[in-house]
């Protein structure tokens, strides 16, 4: 069974810098897709950053700010996110595809002051 533990958010001025981390559980390889979605109130989830192996995509709301990496072995998914902006106000969830099926973390608040 898989699980996702996500930490990293809280409160930040607009500008600041927060780095997001998702440990995943069970057996994990770097060919698994993981990724970080928000969801922002009254707003329909969104994808945020994707990486698989060693290619990343982005949103066109955060690329330029934002850098979404791994560690080595494959079970941990950073998202580091700069320049922050109100906008990014929204709860984080990571996001793991293994083989077909699909795993959510419990998400982190990220909220970001004016």
């Known amino acids: 069974q898989v699980q996702l533990v996500e930490s990293g958010g809280g409160l930040v001025q607009a500008g600041g810098s927060l780095r997001l981390s998702c440990v995943a559980s069970g057996s994990i390889r770097r060919t698994n897709p993981m990724g970080w979605y928000r969801q922002a109130p009254g707003k329909q989830r969104e994808l945020v950053a994707l990486?698989?192996?060693?290619?990343?995509n982005y949103a066109e709301s955060v690329k330029g700010r934002s850098t979404i990496f791994r560690n080595n072995a494959g079970n941990t998914v950073y998202l580091q996110m700069n320049s922050l902006k109100p906008e990014d106000t929204a709860v984080y969830y990571c996001n793991l595809n293994r083989m077909g099926t699909v795993y959510w973390g419990q998400g982190t608040q990220v909220t970001v002051s004016s």
């Open positions: 990486i698989v192996s060693d290619s990343t």
